[in-house]
């Protein structure tokens, strides 16, 4: 059975920083490429990042980028996301998922290509 857990969110302040864990077991963690989702309340789900098996490919979607960096430690089967100087607009679950390839905006929009996904971890940020 094939599982992903996030850790890593919390309550911060605007301006401060979060790196969330996502650790994967039950499949063999380096055949797939990975990727970060989010949902605010009231809001659809949205793409975050994508990165290849390896990690040698990412993509972090346009309004992102600067602010967060997806990685990957395939020898812990452990994902990544860093986050930087949070806004409240960023307060949402954040989910993990295997996914088929990061193919940037292809992946990140068609949640059909999502093998499998975490069960989310609450970032709140306070302004």
């Known amino acids: 059975q094939v599982q992903a857990m996030e850790s890593g969110g919390g309550l911060v302040q605007a301006g401060e920083s979060l790196r969330l864990s996502c650790t994967v077991s039950?499949?063999?963690?380096?055949?797939?490429?990975m990727a970060w989702f989010r949902q605010a309340p009231g809001k659809e789900r949205e793409g975050i990042s994508c990165?290849?098996?390896?990690?040698?490919?990412?993509y972090v979607t346009d309004s992102l980028k600067g602010r967060f960096t997806i990685s990957r430690d395939n020898a812990n089967d452990t994902l990544f996301l860093q986050m930087e100087n949070l806004d409240p607009e960023d307060t949402a679950i954040y989910y993990c998922?295997?996914?088929?390839?990061?193919?940037?905006?292809?992946?990140?929009?068609?949640?059909?290509?999502?093998?499998?996904w975490g069960q989310g971890t609450q970032v709140t940020v306070s302004s």
């Open positions: 998922a295997v996914v088929g390839a990061c193919l940037g905006e292809t992946t990140l929009r068609n949640t059909r290509l999502t093998k499998y």
């Open positions: 039950g499949l063999t963690f380096d055949d797939y490429a």
């Open positions: 990165i290849n098996w390896s990690g040698s490919t990412t």
